[in-house]
């Protein structure tokens, strides 16, 4: 606990506070440019990229390996990564636009190809006497441990850099995800944004190779704009909430892993983001498990309460002991079920709104098929006041009490 909380707290050496920073301003990016390829609903395309980078970062090791006998030069890696991936992202492009394969298809064809391709250039490179072949395989689950500190400000840097495109170009990406056609009249080029959004996505999944891992940084782009989801409709909040959830889950994974040279940096970071996404499923006020079971058992008490008031107005008996229940803890039965005089007027008072109810849809049928009623929703909350006052005095007592 002690070293975990040394690390968390940027005090367990240089090294490490850098890896942890860089790893969190790359999470924040990939939260952010995820966004809004959720949005632009094209998310299987960050594991065709991510997947389609192994090859190029194969053959980038092999190349840097004959020519220095050093194949493990990190802007090397990463320059051969994006040659890959961007070819990748072409060639599913293509088969999309030039077949009848659907765009799911493509990608399912070019991540496999690629990906098999990659295997073999790693089976390959460990075959090699010279270039430092030993930790290459950390590209496909993520490490830190180890990590140059040259390694660690390239990537912080860069991960820096992506996220300051992303912030200039939040608004055509947005314009781009919800309404493409205003988005042209607008004079933006969806095709040059649509571009733009892929080569930050791809620029993201090549610069997080080190820390997450090829295999796993598709779900840092993924994980933390669902996480979001659940708590904002709007789309700017959803990219700063998906970008904030994205640090936190990128930061503690490289934390934990930090703790010892074993232990994948990639699957902590998914593991954290993973556990960030069930707090938000569960505690959203907005759409989260918890929230809609309260509402539901609110408005199951409601009916309830509802109903019991109209038995209690027509003297009829009631049998169902959660009706009960709800009467008695809001006070409008005795423990012997008699109504008390609260009980009595609150009884009036929904008789009164149901022959208010029975009226407005006698007088306007078609407005109240439209009307926001679901049996429990008092007509002044729903209806404006001149309205309910036009029925209150069209309404004759014998109504009233029936």
């Given amino acids: 606990?002690?070293?975990?909380?040394?690390?968390?707290?940027?005090?367990?050496?240089?090294?490490?506070?850098?890896?942890?920073?860089?790893?969190?301003?790359?999470?924040?990016?990939?939260?952010?440019?995820?966004?809004?390829?959720?949005?632009?609903?094209?998310?299987?395309v960050s594991d065709a990229i991510s997947h389609a980078t192994l090859p190029g970062l194969g053959l980038?090791?092999?190349?840097?390996?004959?020519?220095?006998?050093?194949?493990?030069?990190?802007?090397?890696?990463?320059?051969?990564?994006?040659?890959?991936?961007?070819?990748?992202?072409?060639?599913?492009?293509w088969i999309g636009r030039r077949t009848r394969l659907t765009e799911d298809a493509a990608i399912g064809a070019v991540l496999s190809v690629f990906f098999g391709f990659g295997i073999v250039l790693l089976t390959v490179i460990q075959s090699l006497e010279t270039g430092r072949q030993a930790g290459i395989s950390s590209y496909l689950v993520g490490s830190t441990a180890g990590m140059?500190?040259?390694?660690?400000?390239?990537?912080?840097?860069?991960?820096?850099?992506?996220g300051a495109a992303i912030f200039m170009l939040r608004r055509p990406f947005t314009l781009v995800c919800f309404d493409q056609e205003y988005a042209?009249?607008?004079?933006?080029?969806?095709?040059?944004?649509?571009?733009?959004?892929?080569?930050?996505?791809?620029?993201?999944?090549?610069?997080?190779?080190?820390?997450?891992?090829?295999?796993?940084?598709?779900a840092l782009t993924i994980i933390p704009?669902?996480?979001?989801?659940?708590?904002?409709?709007?789309?700017?909040?959803?990219?700063?909430?998906?970008?904030?959830l994205g640090a936190v889950a990128a930061y503690l994974g490289a934390v934990i892993s930090s703790l010892d040279r074993g232990l994948p940096t990639g699957a902590l970071i998914?593991?954290?983001?993973?556990?960030?996404?069930?707090?938000?499923?569960?505690?959203?006020?907005?759409?989260?498990?918890?929230?809609?079971?309260?509402?539901?058992?609110?408005?199951?008490?409601?009916?309830?309460?509802?109903?019991?008031?109209?038995?209690?107005?027509?003297?009829?008996?009631?049998y169902d002991a959660f009706t009960l229940r709800v009467l008695k803890r809001k006070g409008f039965i005795r423990a012997d079920g008699v109504a008390t005089l609260a009980g009595r007027g609150a009884a009036a008072?929904?008789?009164?709104?149901?022959?208010?109810?029975s009226l407005y849809r006698k007088l306007f049928p078609d407005e109240a098929a439209n009307a926001p009623h679901h049996g429990v929703t008092p007509i002044a909350e729903t209806l404006p006041a001149d309205i309910v006052a036009e029925l209150d005095r069209r309404l004759v007592p014998h109504e009233v009490a029936s």
């Fill in 1 to 44: 606990m002690n070293a975990f909380l040394t690390a968390l707290l940027l005090q367990a050496g240089y090294n490490t506070a850098l890896v942890s920073i860089g790893a969190a301003v790359l999470g924040a990016s990939a939260g952010a440019i995820g966004t809004f390829v959720l949005l632009r609903k094209r998310s299987l």
């Fill in 60 to 93: 980038a090791f092999i190349v840097m390996a004959s020519l220095t006998g050093d194949g493990r030069w990190i802007a090397g890696l990463m320059i051969g990564a994006a040659a890959s991936a961007g070819l990748g992202l072409i060639l599913v492009e």
């Fill in 148 to 162: 140059l500190r040259s390694e660690a400000e390239t990537i912080a840097v860069a991960a820096l850099l992506s």
């Fill in 184 to 218: 042209a009249v607008r004079g933006i080029s969806v095709r040059a944004t649509d571009l733009a959004m892929m080569g930050l996505l791809l620029a993201i999944t090549v610069i997080g190779l080190k820390v997450a891992g090829l295999v796993l940084i598709v």
């Fill in 225 to 244: 704009p669902v996480a979001a989801r659940f708590w904002t409709d709007r789309p700017e909040p959803m990219v700063l909430i998906a970008a904030a």
């Fill in 270 to 318: 998914v593991l954290v983001a993973f556990v960030l996404f069930l707090a938000s499923m569960l505690l959203s006020p907005r759409r989260g498990l918890l929230a809609s079971a309260l509402k539901r058992l609110a408005f199951q008490t409601e009916v309830h309460k509802r109903q019991g008031l109209i038995a209690l107005a027509r003297g009829e008996a009631i």
């Fill in 349 to 357: 008072e929904v008789m009164r709104d149901e022959a208010r109810w």
